[in-house]
């Protein structure tokens, strides 16, 4: 049921991804652009205790499409990897963010770990780049299928 729900929200983003750039009001400020990244933190679960909680690795290429002046469309996928118990799996988001200034972004998206078990939330993000190359970065998520609460904590890097 999950995995259907995150399909169907995917396309639905695509679809109106796809109607809102026939809109005047949103203009093409630069190429769209396909990108690595890197991400280390620390994952902290409202189910786990904060002893509990692990280090994750995610390394995600993505798209991005900028919508309008400051604004991106976004989608990006895949490796997981936590070091608790060496845990393997997938991620994939999809969402929006806002370049605030050329070294602070915010936004939300929807993503989905999969790790032993699977997990989708809604989530606000920021990134903070240090260098051109390595960022601070923070997470917020909540479900809406269940009570989980996640922070994840950590360090970027851009490829």
């Known amino acids: 049921m999950t995995k259907a729900l995150l399909i169907a929200l995917l ?3 695509t679809s109106m991804a796809a109607q809102a750039a026939d809109w005047d009001l949103f203009k093409q400020a630069a190429d ?30 993505g798209y991005q499409y900028p919508v309008m002046d400051d604004v991106s469309l976004f989608m990006e996928a895949g490796p997981a990897v936590a070091d608790q118990n060496r845990q ?10 806002y370049q605030l ?14 790790l032993n078990q699977g997990s989708t939330l809604l989530e606000l993000n920021s990134s903070l780049l240090l260098t051109p190359r390595l960022s601070l970065t923070a997470n917020y998520g909540v479900s809406a299928s269940t009570a989980d609460q996640a922070l994840s904590l950590g360090v970027g890097f851009n490829f």
Request: hydrophobic fraction near 35%.
């Open 11 to 13: 396309a639905s983003c």
């Open 32 to 61: 769209p652009a396909l990108y690595v990244k890197s991400y280390s933190g620390v994952l902290l679960n409202s189910q786990s205790h904060h002893s509990d909680s692990f280090d994750l690795w995610l390394v995600n290429s």
């Open 88 to 97: 393997s799996g997938f991620n994939m988001s999809s969402g929006v963010r």
């Open 101 to 114: 200034s050329p070294a602070f972004n915010v936004g939300s998206q929807i993503r989905h770990l999969e």
